[in-house]
C-alpha cells in the first residue's frame, strides 16, 4: 500500500448517502410507509393543538370568548409524539437485520462504520421529512376540524400567515429530530456490525 | 509478468472458542502468493477456506500469525486504512453473489467507486464499460431479481473490480450455478487473471476450476496439506 497516501480517498458524500436512502425508500416503500405514517401521526397530533391553539388566540383578538387547548390534550400529545419515535425505532431495528448482508457487503466493498451510519440516518431524515410535512396538512385539517365549528372555518385566515409558517416549519423540523433519534440506536447497530457475522447471517 | 510475492501468510491462525471448546478453523498457515497468480484453495466443508478469505481481505483479525498484502502487515492498520484495502486492493465474489437488492446493475457495480470518492459520472461510466466487459450491456438498468443466477454473478464479478483491485478473492463463484453457468464464470474469471494480471484466489469444489489455476493449495482441519501445480 505505498499509495496510500497519494490517493487515500475513501469518501462517502452526502449526495450517494441521499441517493441510496432514496432507493432503499423507494424499493422497500412497504416499511418506510410505517416509518412515514407513525411519525406524521404524532405530529398531526402536535400540530393539530398547535393550530387550535394558534386559532383560539385569533378568535379571542376577533372578539370572540377565549378558548384554550385544555392541559391533558398536551399530555396525550407527548405520548403520541414517544409512541411514534418508538415505532419507528422498531421498524428501523427490523430494517437492520433485513441488511445484515448487505451491511456485510458494503463493508466488505469499502464501506466505513460512518458510511453505514450515514446511510441510515439520511434515510431516517427523509421519512421524516414527508412524515413531517404530510402530519402538518392533517395538523391543519385536524385543527380546523375542532375549532371551526365555534370559531368559523375562516378562522385560518385570520391567523398571521407568518404564524403558520413558522408552525409548519417548527414541525417538520422536530418530525426530522425525532426521526434521527428514532434511528440512533439501529443505524449504531448496524454501523457497528462485524462483517464476517453480518455476512455469515442467514435470514 | 512479474514474479513479486503479493500476498504472504505467516503461521496464520485463526481460533474460535465455543462453550470451552477450542475450534481451529486456521491453525498455522504459511503461504506465499505472486502478484497476478491464479490459486485455487480446494478442502472439504469446515477445512478454514473462507476463514482464510476473511483474513486476506482483513475482515476479521488472527488469534495468531500475520497477513502481509503488498509488505504491510495487515493487523497493524487502522480502520481507515482497512475500509482502504477492502475498497481499493481487494475485489470480493461470493457464492450468494450478494448484490444490493435495491440497486440496479450499474449502481451495484459503480457503488465500491461511491467508497472510494470517485465521481459519480465517472463511476457509472466505469462500471458501465465493466458490465460490458463482463457480456451485460443489454442488462445495465435492471434488478438482481430481474437477472438469471449466472448473470448475478457477472454483476458481481464486475462490481468486484469497479476499482482495478490487485487481487480478487471469490468464495465458491461456482457454488450456486449450474454447470454450463459455472463453466462461463470460471472462464471469464480466469480471462480476467490473464489479462488484466489480478491475483485470483478462489476456494472451489469445481474440478474444471481447479485445473486451469497456477497452483492448487489442498486444506483440511485449518491446515495445508499439500500445494499442487496445476
Ligand atoms: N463465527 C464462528 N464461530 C465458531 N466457529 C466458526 C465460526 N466461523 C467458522 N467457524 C468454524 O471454523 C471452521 C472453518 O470454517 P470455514 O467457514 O472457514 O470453512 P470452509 O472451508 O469455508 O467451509 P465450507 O466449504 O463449508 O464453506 C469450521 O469448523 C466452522 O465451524
Ligand atoms: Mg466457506
Known amino acids: 500500500m505505498s499509495e496510500r497516501d497519494s490517493v487515500s480517498r475513501v469518501q462517502f458524500k452526502l449526495d450517494d448517502a441521499l441517493r441510496l436512502g432514496y432507493d432503499y425508500i423507494k424499493r422497500r416503500l412497504d416499511r418506510a410507509t410505517i416509518n412515514i405514517a407513525s411519525i406524521a401521526l404524532g405530529i398531526s397530533f402536535l400540530s393539530t393543538l398547535m393550530l387550535t391553539d394558534a386559532f383560539y388566540r385569533a378568535y379571542a383578538l376577533a372578539g370572540g370568548g377565549r378558548l384554550s387547548v385544555e392541559t391533558y390534550q398536551y399530555w396525550l400529545m407527548f405520548v403520541a409524539l414517544v409512541v411514534s419515535v418508538v415505532g419507528v425505532t422498531n421498524a428501523m431495528l427490523i430494517a437492520v437485520y ?7 457487503t458494503m463493508k466488505c466493498l469499502g464501506a466505513m462504520d460512518s458510511h453505514i451510519l450515514l446511510l441510515f440516518l439520511v434515510e431516517s431524515s427523509i421519512q421524516g421529512t414527508i412524515g413531517g410535512v404530510l402530519g402538518f396538512i392533517l395538523g391543519i385539517i385536524g385543527a380546523l376540524l375542532s375549532t371551526g365549528f365555534t370559531t368559523g372555518f375562516d378562522i385560518i385566515l385570520k391567523v398571521p400567515l407568518a404564524e403558520i409558517l413558522l408552525l409548519f416549519v417548527g414541525s417538520t423540523v ?16 448496524a454501523a457497528k456490525l462485524n462483517p464476517v457475522e453480518a455476512l455469515s447471517y442467514e435470514l | 509478468m512479474s514474479f513479486e510475492t503479493i500476498i504472504e501468510l505467516e503461521e496464520l491462525a485463526r481460533y474460535y472458542e465455543m462453550g470451552g471448546v477450542t475450534i481451529k478453523a ?18 472439504p466443508s469446515g477445512s478454514g477456506k473462507t476463514t482464510l478469505f476473511n483474513m486476506i481481505g482483513g475482515l476479521d483479525r488472527p488469534t495468531r500469525g500475520r497477513v502481509y498484502i503488498d509488505g504491510v502487515d495487515v493487523s497493524r ?9 477492502r475498497c481499493r486492493k481487494i475485489g470480493y465474489i461470493f457464492q450468494t453473489f450478494n448484490l444490493i437488492q435495491v440497486l440496479t446493475a450499474i449502481e451495484n457495480v459503480a457503488l465500491p467507486t461511491v467508497f472510494a470518492g470517485v465521481p459519480r459520472d465517472e463511476g457509472l461510466e466505469r462500471a458501465e464499460k465493466l458490465l460490458s ?19 448475478q454473478q457477472r454483476v458481481a464479478i464486475a462490481r468486484a473490480m469497479a476499482n482495478d483491485p490487485a487481487i480478487i478473492l471469490a ?8 454447470l454450463n ?4 464464470i470460471i472462464d471469464l474469471l480466469h480471462g480476467l487473471n490473464k489479462t488484466r494480471g489480478m491475483t ?3 476456494a472451489t469444489h469445481d474440478l474444471k476450476m481447479i485445473k486451469a489455476s497456477d497452483r492448487i493449495v489442498w486444506m483440511r482441519d485449518g491446515k495445508i496439506e499439500k500445494i499442487e501445480r496445476g
Open chain 2, 26 to 43: 486456521l491453525d498455522g498457515v504459511t503461504i506465499q502468493i505472486r502478484r497476478s497468480e491464479y490459486v485455487s484453495i480446494v478442502g
Open chain 2, 77 to 85: 492498520l487502522d480502520a481507515y486504512e482497512l475500509a482502504w484495502l
Open chain 2, 133 to 151: 466487459s463482463v457480456g451485460l450491456s443489454e442488462r445495465l438498468h435492471h434488478r438482481p431479481t430481474e437477472l438469471s443466477a449466472g448473470q
Open chain 2, 181 to 184: 453457468t459455472g463453466m462461463e
Open chain 1, 174 to 189: 422536530l418530525s426530522i429530530i425525532l426521526s434521527i433519534v428514532a434511528t440512533m440506536y439501529p443505524a449504531f447497530r
Open chain 2, 171 to 178: 468464495d465458491e463463484p461456482t457454488g450456486n450455478l449450474d
Open chain 1, 98 to 104: 433485513e441488511r445484515y448482508r448487505e451491511i456485510g
Open chain 2, 200 to 202: 485470483l484466489i478462489a
